[in-house]
Nanobody, 122 residues
């Protein structure tokens, strides 16, 4: 199994910045993608940003140009640099990993961190 631990959340004023970190440990192999999702109260969990094994990135339209995802494969870390934060960015942010553990199977494993709270005040 893969364990994911997020850190870096907190309270910030609108226009400010935060950097979220996610540390992965355990059976880290055949990782297809790592990324960040968020869930605001009474809303569905949504993709914020992801980075795939080949280095390609994908961002939600709402954060494009403001957030940057990066990774450090040597340390099994993924980061989310958030700038120009808005109150609507307030949510619990979850680190996500997608793994294809067996070459003979198309089944994927997904792993989630416990989440870190980001609150942006107006």
């Amino acid at each position: 199994q893969v364990r994911l631990v997020e850190s870096g959340g907190g309270l910030v004023q609108a226009g400010g910045s935060l950097r979220l970190s996610c540390a992965a440990s355990g059976s880290i192999f055949n990782i297809n993608a790592m990324g960040w999702y968020r869930q605001a109260p009474e809303k569905q969990r949504e993709l914020v940003a992801e980075i795939t094994g080949d280095g390609s990135t994908n961002y939600a339209d709402s954060v494009k140009g403001r957030f940057t995802i990066s990774r450090d494969n040597a340390q099994n870390m993924v980061y989310l640099q958030m700038s120009s934060l808005k109150p609507e960015d307030t949510a619990i942010y979850y680190c996500h990993v997608r793994q294809r553990p067996r070459a003979w199977s198309t089944l994927l494993n997904t792993y989630w961190g416990q989440g870190t709270q980001v609150t942006v005040s107006s």
